[in-house]
């Protein structure tokens, strides 16, 4: 292992996100409320920190697999530990467990609250928390692969291990030349959106943490009603598509911007989300009609933007759709566990997986019949091999399995089945809202501080793929790599 450049890159990290500190600094000091010195402290502790740790060690400049895999895990944890210091400083969260809980819900654009007035915190506290979202939408790991040049060699170790979906590939032969092609596409998107909601008379810094909330498919609502508090169709619609903009794999917008329309509309996996999505619209609409509306134009616009908050696990809410029938309840439940497209800022299993594990079933069904037929599963004209679709399946089957054990142990706190799931399926799935217990209109603040650590874990678990935290617990595996 490589120790002393592992420490070094989590260092530079540190210092990274002292950085990334300085704009809400800035927003407190414009708004002079009582949350200036508790940026300033944080600047200070985590700046220093991380300083030292990148100027204390020797190292090689080599980033094998294992390096990746620890730099990874403990980067998302050392970047939630200093980023719950500014709460805890200002007296906004004064419970480090609930705000670690926040920050990782914020790093991992999960969105779950344990705050119940949201609307009580500073304007720096309160762009922090929504920054946060914008932050890890693409990734930490990624963005500072993207600026830091110490990262050049050996730094698809990190995009590899930090990206979403079942095999991320570079856009371009260098991985910080990708890092940095997603993230101006990330930055256009993202001033894009801002433009929008301040032309639909949202004011600018609403705009920008609204934003920040939607392009990373985060959903910390910085109103207690959430996107509900906008009485405006418009502002709706453009957080509602660019909800779901966003949840699409960000390797085509490139593919877009080189002119390649054919490899965006052919693109299987895209086209699959928009159907789920479609479909999921109509069914909702026809089923709140008559029974929540009187309205359809309304039916169709709540079912289309939560519908795209689901899907996306970005987790905004206009209305409490906890108290929709149990038929649209279950196809939001389902949507939890689908989510985006691999390459985005989504969550949830991807539906490219959900996608190949179709193909799987239908294949399976045609041996049936055929046993000595060959059947390989495509997604459009790409064969997908057998030890991706072996890798989609374990996937699958290890999710299932973490959301049924956590499931069981958030339950031992006497909170009903419904609840249960959804907050396990909201955490893992970096969803943040869920039905029941931890619907639209609740928040987390009322579990123990053993299952916030828990459902904390799941929302890591989730942001970063399940492998990558779980094999760090299997060193058998990783430690016979050579050094």
Known sequence: MNYGLVIKILGNLLTVEALLMIPSLLIALYYSEN???????????????????????????????????????????????????????????????????????????????????????????????????????????????????ALGVGGFQIFKMESPGPRPDRIVPRVRDTAKILYKTYLIITILQIILLFLGKMPLFEAALHTFGTVGTGGFGIKNASVGAYDSTYIHLIIGIFMILSGVNFSLYYSLFKGRWREFIKDGELKFYLAIILGSIILITLNINKTIYDNM??????????????????????????????FSKLILFSLMFIGGCAGSTAGGMKTIRVLVLLKLVRRELSKVFHPRAVLPIKIGDKVVYDDMVTSISIFFILYILIFTLGTILISLEGIDFESSASAVAATLGNIGPGFGFVGPTRTYSQFSYPSKLLLSLFMLLGRLELFTIIVLFAPSIWKKELL
């Open 35 to 149: 949350d200036q010195m508790a940026f300033l402290t944080s600047i200070f502790i985590t700046g220093i920190i991380g300083l030292i740790m990148s100027k204390s060690f020797k190292y090689r400049n080599i980033i094998r697999a294992k390096e990746g895999l620890v730099i990874v895990v403990f980067g998302w944890l050392l970047v939630s530990i200093f980023g719950s210091l500014p709460f805890v400083f200002s007296g906004s969260i004064p419970s480090w467990v609930d705000a670690f809980f926040e920050t990782v819900s914020g790093f991992t654009t999960t969105g779950a609250t344990i705050l119940d007035n949201v609307e009580a915190l500073p304007k720096g506290v309160l762009f922090w928390r929504s920054f946060t979202h914008w932050i890890g939408g693409m990734g930490i790991l990624v963005f500072t692969v993207a600026i830091l040049p």
């Open 297 to 326: 134009g309304l039916a169709l616009r709540d079912s289309f933007f939560q519908v795209g908050s689901i899907i996306t696990t970005t987790g905004y809410s206009t209305v409490d759709f906890n108290q929709w029938p149990a």
